[in-house]
T-cell receptor
Framework: DTAVSQTPKYLVTQMGNDKSIKCEQNLGHDTMYWYKQDSKKFLKIMFSYNNKELIINETVPNRFSPKSPDKAHLNLHINSLELGDSAVYFC???????????????FGPGTRLTVL | GQNIDQPTEMTATEGAIVQINCTYQ??????LFWYQQHAGEAPTFLSY????GLEEKGRFSSFLSRSKGYSYLLLKELQMKDSASYLC?????????FGSGTKLNVKP
C-alpha cells in the first residue's frame, strides 16, 4: 500500500507548456506539502496545506498553483514552464502542522520534471 | 535568513562508525529531523530531536545541542545499504528548512 503517491514519475515537456503533477496520501494526514529538489540536492519548501487551506506559499512564482480538492490530495499545476523549473518535485504529508515526535513527513516518490 | 550546513560528502568503511554533523542558524527552533535519501528515491524519516541530548534508535543515534545550534547523526556498524544522502532539517514556524545533505559512501 503506497502511503504517498505522485503521478507522473517522469515528465518531459517543452518550454512554455502547462503541466500538472498529482499527489495523493492514504495516511489520513491533515497536512500536505510540495518541495522542489534542485540539481544540488537542496530540498526547498514550496507550499504547505492544512485541511485544504494554504498555510505556506514560499515566494514561489505565481506560475505555480497548488490545488487541494480534499485533505488527501494536493495537486500542483505549472503554467508557462521555464528551463529553470527542471527539478525533482516531492509531495509529502504529515499528521498535522508542527514538529513533534510522530509528526514526521512522509514523502512521495518524486516527479522528475525536465523542461526542454 | 535560515542557514543549515552539512558536509557535502563523506566516505567510511563497512562495519565502522561515522558521524555526520549539522550546524544551523535559524530565527527560531521547534525541532530537528534527520532523513535518509537513497539516489533517485524519496527521503525517509530517521530521527527527531527537540531537547538536548542523544536519541538512540538501533544502529542510528542523533544528538542535539540547542545552545550550540548543532546536531549529529551517528551510524554504527555501517552496511553497504547505508550509502545514501543524509538530510538535516530544522522545523521553525510551520516550515521545514533542509540542509543540502551529506552524501555517505560506504566502501567494503
Amino acid at each position: 500500500d503506497t502511503a504517498v503517491s505522485q503521478t507522473p514519475k517522469y515528465l518531459v515537456t517543452q518550454m512554455g507548456n502547462d503541466k500538472s503533477i498529482k499527489c495523493e496520501q492514504n495516511l489520513g494526514h491533515d497536512t500536505m506539502y510540495w518541495y522542489k529538489q534542485d540539481s544540488k540536492k537542496f530540498l526547498k519548501i514550496m507550499f504547505s496545506y492544512n485541511n485544504k487551506e494554504l498555510i505556506i506559499n514560499e515566494t514561489v512564482p505565481n506560475r505555480f498553483s497548488p490545488k487541494s480538492p480534499d485533505k488527501a490530495h494536493l495537486n500542483l499545476h505549472i503554467n508557462s514552464l521555464e528551463l529553470g523549473d527542471s527539478a525533482v518535485y516531492f509531495c509529502a504529508s504529515s499528521q498535522d502542522l508542527g514538529a513533534g515526535r510522530g509528526n514526521e513527513q512522509f514523502f512521495g516518490p518524486g516527479t522528475r520534471l525536465t523542461v526542454l | 535568513g535560515q542557514n543549515i550546513d552539512q558536509p557535502t560528502e563523506m566516505t567510511a568503511t563497512e562495519g565502522a562508525i561515522v558521524q555526520i554533523n549539522c550546524t544551523y542558524q535559524t530565527s527560531g527552533f521547534n525541532g530537528l529531523f534527520w532523513y535518509q535519501q537513497h539516489a533517485g528515491e524519496a527521503p525517509t524519516f530517521l530521527s527527531y530531536n527537540v531537547l538536548d541530548g542523544l536519541e538512540e534508535k538501533g544502529r542510528f543515534s542523533s544528538f542535539l545541542s540547542r545552545s550550540k545550534g548543532y546536531s549529529y547523526l551517528l551510524l554504527k556498524e555501517l552496511q553497504m545499504k547505508d550509502s545514501a544522502s543524509y538530510l538535516c532539517a530544522v522545523y521553525n514556524f510551520n516550515k521545514f528548512y533542509f540542509g543540502s545533505g551529506t552524501k555517505l559512501n560506504v566502501k567494503p
